[in-house]
């Protein structure tokens, strides 16, 4: 294992204080000031001036050079944290880019978080001469394969559209210098990780490397060795957990009963704006139809939509037309909308790590959240290991209305057949017929993307 130097903060909510001149001024400080002018007016037109602890550490050892472990909380500014010091870089030594030819590759494992961090490279290259495109799975590729064609510096990619086109011939990875992996541990739950190494054997060995996840697990550690060279490891220690500043509850509930359950929960006016999560697909298009029937304005949103629903869902969500969103876990990451009020988990997740990420939708940027579950006698194995993975029992409500005393006494297991929504389903094939059942299975995995 390469060495690496450490750098941590106890509190990532703890704000980096600016000098007097630059307060009284408002000027950006902190990292922000050794960024270029073009960017100090990009940052400040967005009303931003002292950095967060992920953005205070990150910068400037990017801007340096240097490889770069990175372990925060989402809804922590992890994607100025590195977007900034790329688009440094890049303006500083200024090429056109060629046909197909990125000089800067940032993958992402959802279509929602490759549009947000083009939305971050967007808002902050409003002064600069920089070029970036997006590429995602689930729709046509025939705009994508234009902009390319036009040159890019910076390409943004879900790890299976990369693979198509890189295989069709209309990206070129020869020429990467920056090279930014975003949510890591997403991606080996995803299980992208092998076509992110059958990206990273294209990358030149000369380049720089920054890999962030929001957990940083010894077995992230190792996969991150494979990547970076010498790196620098910050790590940003909430200064209260965001799971903590989430009011969570429990029902158990008969599963023929959920439905009617969602809609006796939504009837309170203090449940503003939620989001519903689900394992299946096809159980998020029931739950929305029986939120319409009671005249509860919802959409859903999952790998079988089209980015353009997709889009069209979120920008509905966001604006509020709709109250409730209900999706699968393709949208446990990437969402950032920031006054989400409650999550409600229809289904619990198989994953107890994913619970962590579905109920932090809520309480961002320092505010208070609630979540809900809903739990049937089949689903107590899940609580079982997410209260476990929690280290408390998740409080119970025992007064609502569709009560399961069935459920609440289970001493079920885990169901054996559990999937997650959008998932990868584990391969048992063996042989060439399994060979060709998980190439088929890749390429339907990667439409979804």
């Given at each position: 294992m390469n060495e690496h130097t450490n750098v941590q903060i106890a509190h990532a909510n703890s704000p980096v204080s600016p000098s007097q001149d630059q307060e009284t001024t408002g000027l950006p400080s902190g990292a922000f000031s050794e960024l270029s002018n073009e960017l100090q007016r990009a940052v400040?037109?967005?009303g931003y001036t002292q950095p967060t602890p992920i953005q205070e550490q990150c910068i400037p050892h990017l801007l340096n050079g240097a490889d770069l472990l990175g372990s925060a909380q989402t809804g922590t500014g992890k994607t100025a944290a590195f977007t900034l010091p790329l688009l440094q870089q890049l303006a500083k030594n200024s090429t056109r880019p060629k046909r197909g030819t990125p000089r800067a590759l940032i993958l992402a494992p959802t279509r929602e978080l490759a549009a947000q961090i083009g939305e971050s490279i967007q808002t902050y290259s409003k002064f600069l001469n920089v070029r970036h495109t997006v590429i995602f799975g689930g729709v046509n590729q025939f705009r994508q394969v234009k902009v390319l064609g036009q040159g890019v510096d910076i390409l943004v990619a879900t790890p299976g559209r990369l693979l198509d086109l890189m295989q069709q011939g209309y990206i070129h990875l020869n020429q990467v210098e920056f090279f930014i992996l975003d949510e890591v541990d997403r991606m080996l739950d995803m299980g992208f990780i092998p076509d992110v190494k059958k990206v990273l054997r294209e990358l030149p060995q000369k380049?720089?490397?920054?890999?962030?996840?929001?957990?940083?697990?010894?077995?992230?550690?190792?996969?991150?060795?494979t990547m970076v060279k010498n790196p620098v490891s910050v790590t940003i220690a909430p200064?209260?957990?965001?799971?903590?500043?989430?009011?969570?509850?429990?029902?158990?509930?008969?599963?023929?009963?959920?439905?009617?359950l969602l809609i006796s929960v939504l009837a309170n006016p203090e449940i503003k704006k939620v989001v519903v999560f689900t394992q299946m697909k096809h159980v998020a298009n029931k739950v929305v139809k029986k939120m319409d029937s009671a005249g509860i304005a919802g959409v859903a949103i999952h790998g079988n939509k089209s980015q353009g629903a997709r889009i069209k869902a979120l920008e509905g969500f966001k604006k509020g037309k709709f109250r409730v969103l209900v999706a699968t876990d393709v949208a446990a990451r990437g969402l950032d909308i920031s006054d989400i009020t409650h999550v409600i988990n229809y289904d619990l997740p198989v994953e107890p790590a994913t619970y962590v990420h579905r109920i932090g939708r809520t309480a961002r940027a320092g505010a208070e959240g609630d979540a809900i579950s809903f739990c049937s006698a089949e689903e107590r194995g899940y609580l079982k290991d997410i209260e476990k993975l929690l280290g408390k029992t998740v409080p119970t409500d025992l007064e609502?209305?569709?009560?399961?005393?069935?459920?609440?006494?289970?001493?079920?297991?885990?169901?054996?057949?559990?999937?997650?929504?959008?998932?990868?389903r584990p391969q048992r094939n063996s042989g060439a017929g399994g060979a060709n059942q998980r190439n088929r299975n890749r390429s339907r995995q990667r439409s979804r993307r």
């Amino acid at each position: 294992m390469n060495e690496h130097t450490n750098v941590q903060i106890a509190h990532a909510n703890s704000p980096v204080s600016p000098s007097q001149d630059q307060e009284t001024t408002g000027l950006p400080s902190g990292a922000f000031s050794e960024l270029s002018n073009e960017l100090q007016r990009a940052v400040a037109a967005n009303g931003y001036t002292q950095p967060t602890p992920i953005q205070e550490q990150c910068i400037p050892h990017l801007l340096n050079g240097a490889d770069l472990l990175g372990s925060a909380q989402t809804g922590t500014g992890k994607t100025a944290a590195f977007t900034l010091p790329l688009l440094q870089q890049l303006a500083k030594n200024s090429t056109r880019p060629k046909r197909g030819t990125p000089r800067a590759l940032i993958l992402a494992p959802t279509r929602e978080l490759a549009a947000q961090i083009g939305e971050s490279i967007q808002t902050y290259s409003k002064f600069l001469n920089v070029r970036h495109t997006v590429i995602f799975g689930g729709v046509n590729q025939f705009r994508q394969v234009k902009v390319l064609g036009q040159g890019v510096d910076i390409l943004v990619a879900t790890p299976g559209r990369l693979l198509d086109l890189m295989q069709q011939g209309y990206i070129h990875l020869n020429q990467v210098e920056f090279f930014i992996l975003d949510e890591v541990d997403r991606m080996l739950d995803m299980g992208f990780i092998p076509d992110v190494k059958k990206v990273l054997r294209e990358l030149p060995q000369k380049r720089q490397t920054a890999f962030f996840s929001a957990t940083m697990t010894p077995k992230m550690v190792d996969l991150a060795h494979t990547m970076v060279k010498n790196p620098v490891s910050v790590t940003i220690a909430p200064k209260e957990p965001a799971v903590e500043r989430i009011g969570q509850k429990v029902f158990f509930v008969g599963k023929g009963n959920k439905d009617a359950l969602l809609i006796s929960v939504l009837a309170n006016p203090e449940i503003k704006k939620v989001v519903v999560f689900t394992q299946m697909k096809h159980v998020a298009n029931k739950v929305v139809k029986k939120m319409d029937s009671a005249g509860i304005a919802g959409v859903a949103i999952h790998g079988n939509k089209s980015q353009g629903a997709r889009i069209k869902a979120l920008e509905g969500f966001k604006k509020g037309k709709f109250r409730v969103l209900v999706a699968t876990d393709v949208a446990a990451r990437g969402l950032d909308i920031s006054d989400i009020t409650h999550v409600i988990n229809y289904d619990l997740p198989v994953e107890p790590a994913t619970y962590v990420h579905r109920i932090g939708r809520t309480a961002r940027a320092g505010a208070e959240g609630d979540a809900i579950s809903f739990c049937s006698a089949e689903e107590r194995g899940y609580l079982k290991d997410i209260e476990k993975l929690l280290g408390k029992t998740v409080p119970t409500d025992l007064e609502h209305s569709f009560h399961c005393d069935e459920a609440f006494k289970s001493t079920q297991g885990k169901p054996t057949q559990g999937r997650r929504g959008g998932g990868r389903r584990p391969q048992r094939n063996s042989g060439a017929g399994g060979a060709n059942q998980r190439n088929r299975n890749r390429s339907r995995q990667r439409s979804r993307r």
